[in-house]
């Protein structure tokens, strides 16, 4: 189970994303309903969130023109806002879970039982369309949280059920700064427990790479003195191992892109917007803080949809 530390990385993460929200890097008209206090990030941090919250929306937007009738599943979402911008942009979302440890998902639903517009984007407006709420898990027709322990698979497939998931369904499994806080053989069996029970499967990693070298070693630190352990930190050493992971685990391919590649990758006209936002004086943080992330995409994909030519 997680400790409080690692909780507390889902409040970074949130006031992070509301900061360069608030900066006019991206739109997001839910995550003010979640995150009420402002800090404004340094300029690093906010390109950086760009690059990560801009590249998984393309990931994700392109599986799903691919795949049809398909699900998502957010693992370790936080406060994350995926659903309701992916619904705003008029996609139909058949199945959407998120799946975080009952303290961080109890505090959503909560918030989101206060938030009218949270509310709106839930509900279908399909008839029998009702929200059931307990204090840890959230069930509607087409969109689930529910509380569970991503190291424990048999937790996670119990809820997974009360969802309805359907393991014929092409299913995405997105997992954004998540895998690193479970210790190796957890993060492994959990994959490998996807890979073996859902036919078509198409996973979107986002983590921490590089983590060998002098800044990565200062990143490792500032974490652990917050009381952070990065349990998996086997798998972010570098690129290969952060594919590795998914090969052994029953995948057939894997891409990855550090954040530097991304952020070189992403349309220039999108680019060349953020940059205008603020001043940039430290360009080589910010190369700095992009190597040491990683965009990393795997499939399982019998049924030939095209995952393997999924790119941001
Ligand atoms: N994915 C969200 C995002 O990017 O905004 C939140 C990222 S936050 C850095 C990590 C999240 O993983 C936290 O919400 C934490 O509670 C969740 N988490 C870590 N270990 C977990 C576990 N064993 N089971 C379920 N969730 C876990």
Redesign the pocket.
Known sequence: ??SDA??A??D???IC?RSAVDMGYWKDEALASLVLSKTRKTPEINRGYFSRVASIYRLVEKFLRMSGKCQIV?L?????TLFWRLKADGHHLDCYVE???SP?TSKKIAKIRNSKALLTGIVSGESGDDIEFNVSDLHSQHFHIVS????NTLQVEAKLKKCGVNYGLPTLFLS???LV??DTPSSDSLLKWITSSFESCFFVNYEQVNLDDKFGAVMVRNLHSCGCVLAGIDSCKDKPSQTLRFLNSGCTGAHIWTLNEVYDGLPREDIERIERLEFLDEKELLVQLLEHYCLCTAWKDPKKFGFDEIDF
Do not use: H, P, Q, R
């Open positions: 189970m997680s690692v909780i990385t889902n970074d993460a949130t994303k957010n370790g979402a936080g406060f994350d799946i975080d440890v961080v569970a322990d991503l190291s954004e700064c998540v806080y479970l």
